[in-house]
Antibody, heavy 120, light 110 residues
Framework: EVQLVESGGGLVQPGGSLRLSCAASGFTFSSYSMNWVRQAPGKGLEWLSYISTSSSTIYYADSVKGRFTISRDNAKNSLYLQMNSLRDEDTAVYYC?????????????WGQGTLVTVSS | QTVVTQEPSFSVSPGETVTLTCALSSGSVSTSYNPSWYQQTPGQAPRTLIYSTNTRSSGVPDRFSGSILGNRSALTITGAQADDESDYYCVLYMGSGSWVFGGGTKLTVL
């Protein structure tokens, strides 16, 4: 069974940093590109970042470019999101999502999310 | 700044057919944007319904279908059921490593 489990969320002050992790199981992690998507309280989904299987291709949304860094460790079946210079507006549930197959918008499996709260 | 627009809310009676749409602030949505549709209930992660315009994800009932209608991507629910009451999101791949979700549609079945 495919499972994605996020961790690392919590309360952080504005300007602070946090590192999210996504532990993958039930599939060959190294064969799939991955994404981070977030959802602010009561709001819609926002795509944040993409990483290819070998980490050779990485993309970011403008809203997080220069502040967030996506990475992966295929040996540990894990995906990461290093978040620096956090702002109030980064408060959200953060999901990792697997890209299924060749369709770029097919996020076929999602974790349950981890809540990040940025507040003083 | 690309904006993807969905109806904020929609109401449908059980058994009726409803079509939700996904439009671009400028230009037409075509299959080249690979539109996909997601269903989300409160407190849950999104679930894939339709990807690549009209391909139903595994396990999704065939009352859900995707298409291009005019200049928009469309999700049609034929014979809506009570448990279809959810938020629905479309997402487009804009190219050059950019994905944009629509604002979502809150569907009420009553």
């Amino acid at each position: 069974e495919v499972q994605l489990v996020e961790s690392g969320g919590g309360l952080v002050q504005p300007g602070g940093s946090l590192r999210l992790s996504c532990a993958a199981s039930g599939f060959t992690f190294s064969s799939y590109s991955m994404n981070w998507v977030r959802q602010a309280p009561g709001k819609g989904l926002e795509w944040l970042s993409y990483i290819s299987t070998s980490s050779s291709t990485i993309y970011y949304a403008d809203s997080v470019k220069g502040r967030f860094t996506i990475s992966r460790d295929n040996a540990k079946n894990s995906l990461y999101l290093q978040m620096n210079s956090l702002r109030d507006e980064d408060t959200a549930v953060y999901y990792c999502a697997r890209r299924g197959g060749s369709c770029p918008t097919n996020f076929d499996y999602w974790g349950q999310g981890t809540l990040v709260t940025v507040s003083s | 700044q690309t904006v993807v627009t969905q109806e904020p809310s929609f109401s449908v009676s059980p058994g009726e057919t409803v079509t939700l749409t996904c439009a671009l602030s400028s230009g037409s949505v075509s299959t080249s944007y690979n539109p996909s549709w997601y269903q989300q209930t409160p407190g849950q992660a999104p679930r894939t319904l339709i990807y690549s315009t009209n391909t139903r994800s595994s396990g999704v009932p065939d009352r859900f279908s995707g298409s291009i209608l005019g200049n928009r991507s469309a999700l049609t629910i034929t014979g809506a059921q009570a448990d279809d009451e959810s938020d629905y999101y479309c997402v487009l791949y804009m190219g050059s490593g950019s994905w944009v979700f629509g604002g979502g549609t809150k569907l009420t079945v009553l």
